[in-house]
């Protein structure tokens, strides 16, 4: 399912939500690199951000009680699509997705 991209208002939403739900992000450690080749360092790079990402969205599904009816109109407003009729799994994808555009673990902090 695709997403709008997020602008400016959409991040003092996220901020909103995220201060509804008392979400604090743990900071993304960069993994030494040093004695990898390149191939290797990008690989490793991506294996670590993929797991923060997962950590991130567990921790963000685990609260998200908190903000419910915020976060079914945050993602109603970036998909067009009424929340209520998306699986749970499109609504884990999208989720994904809205945290993963840039700007958006920024509002966390």
Sequence with gaps: MEIKQIGV?????????????DLEL??????????????????????????????????FAKKAHKAKPEIKALISRLTDKNVDEMSAKEFMDV???????????DAFK
């Design 26 to 59: 743990p900071e993304f450690k960069q993994p030494d690199l040093s004695n990898l080749d390149e191939k290797e360092a990008k690989l490793k790079l991506e294996e670590e951000q993929t797991k923060f990402g997962i950590k991130i969205t567990t921790l």
């Design 95 to 105: 989720l994904v997705k809205i945290i993963s555009q840039d700007g958006v673990l």
């Design 9 to 21: 208002d959409e991040l003092f939403y996220i901020s909103e939500i995220a201060d509804k739900m």
